[in-house]
């Protein structure tokens, strides 16, 4: 079967899948983690497909059963395989991929390259702490939330540092107001320009 036509027997959650190692240049996708939360951030945004990976509160935060299901049975058919941790698309895998980002559109393209290149290269805490504090709702059944509220501060100075976080983001990540979170920065020795 030849990359057109796969394509398009693929659901939509196959499709995203595909497109997220496929974004940002195709760097891998760092691992089932990464994989899961990134994909929870582009759902956020793609009402469709939030419906069909329905995430649900799980030891390590939002997690998609069905994203997991797809993810290996794309596995299994060639287009992804994995690279240790990570996740790349195979040559095939890259052809369909290709097809889809034709078909779904740039605007959708660049979100989900957006979210990869927020999330990707955040080590463990930093990926957690994004998606817990900023969706707490996703935290109810979590093992890991206990160990992150002592580094919160010092994970949304790093990540503002970064420039991966505006203030305000990075303010509920830090768990203060921004005013707060701002004389924190000072005391840190953090320049914070006023726009």
């Not at 993810?71 to 369909?96: I, N």
């Not at 930093?126 to 994970?155: H, N, W």
């Not at 707060?180 to 020795?189: A, D, H, M, P, T």
Request: proline residues 5%.
């Amino acid at each position: 079967m030849d990359a057109e036509t796969l394509s398009k027997r693929l659901s939509l959650s196959q499709r995203f899948a595909l497109l997220l190692p496929y974004a940002g240049n195709g760097q891998p996708v760092r691992g089932k983690l990464h994989f899961q939360k990134e994909m929870f951030l582009v759902a956020k945004n793609v009402p469709d497909l939030a419906d069909e990976l329905g995430y649900e509160p799980a030891l390590k935060g939002p997690m998609s059963e069905a994203l997991e299901w797809n993810v290996d049975q794309l596995e299994s058919a060639g287009l992804l395989r994995r690279d240790g941790a990570a996740y790349k698309l195979t040559d095939f895998g890259r052809r369909c991929a290709e097809q889809v980002a034709r078909e779904v559109g740039l605007q959708t393209l660049e979100l989900i390259g957006d979210m990869k290149e927020l999330l990707n290269d955040l080590s463990k805490d930093e990926l957690l702490a994004v998606v817990y504090f900023l969706y707490p709702e996703m935290t109810v059944e979590s093992e890991e939330i206990a160990g992150l509220l002592p580094k919160r501060r010092g994970i949304a100075l790093r990540l503002f540092v970064r420039e991966k976080l505006g203030l305000e983001r990075a303010a509920i990540i830090a768990g203060l107001p921004p005013v707060e979170f701002v004389s924190y920065l000072k005391s840190q020795g953090v320049a914070v320009h006023s726009e």
